[in-house]
């Protein structure tokens, strides 16, 4: 099990475990209460759409998008309770590592955060998300934003 120090994360305790983060909300997992995978997906999904529209983030990324979907899809999978398939392919998420090499400063915070809870809202009221888990979800999203932002 990988576990991420206090910090890393926001407020996020010294052993919130990677393989699975929210197994004391609705008698199991944040992944199990939104329904699974396709959750995510639909997520991830919905934030590309922003970013591909967005001149000021679509920059930081590759031209295809492909490997970018399945990664971020593959991580919230995991973190919040899913198969542990991120890391068995990729090792230890390492947020700011591999964000490193991009300048994140307020402005692509901002514009990261807007598309992915956008994203968030929509997907939640399309499928019938539990408040509870959109509110933990929401607030993990904001504090991973601030946590990347690099350039203060």
């Given at each position: 099990?990988?576990?991420?120090?206090r910090?890393?994360?926001?407020?996020l305790a010294a052993?919130?475990s990677?393989?699975h983060?929210?197994?004391?909300?609705f008698g199991?997992?944040i992944?199990e209460?939104v329904?699974?995978r396709?959750?995510?997906v639909?997520?991830?999904?919905g934030f590309?759409?922003g970013v591909?529209a967005?001149?000021l983030?679509r920059?930081?990324?590759p031209?295809?998008l492909t490997?970018?979907?399945?990664h971020?899809a593959g991580?919230?999978t995991?973190y919040?309770?899913?198969?542990s398939?991120?890391?068995?392919e990729?090792?230890?998420?390492?947020l700011?590592?591999?964000?490193?090499?991009?300048?994140?400063?307020d402005?692509?915070?901002d514009?990261?955060?807007?598309h992915?809870?956008?994203?968030?809202d929509q997907v939640?009221?399309n499928r019938g998300?539990?408040?509870e888990?959109?509110?933990?979800?929401?607030s993990y999203?904001?504090?991973?934003?601030?946590f990347?932002v690099?350039?203060?």
């Open positions: 099990m990988v576990t991420e120090e910090g890393e994360l926001g407020g052993t919130t990677v393989d983060v929210s197994d004391e909300v199991g997992t992944y209460a329904g699974g396709a959750f995510f639909d997520l991830v999904d590309y759409a591909s967005d001149p983030l920059a930081l990324y031209e295809d490997e970018p979907r399945r971020l991580f919230f995991q919040w309770g899913g198969p398939t991120y890391s068995e990729r090792g230890h998420p390492r700011r590592m591999r964000h490193a090499p991009f300048a994140i400063g402005a692509e915070r514009a990261w955060l807007r992915m809870l956008a994203s968030l939640a009221a998300t539990p408040v888990a959109v509110a933990r979800i929401r999203l904001v504090d991973v934003a601030d990347l690099n350039t203060r």
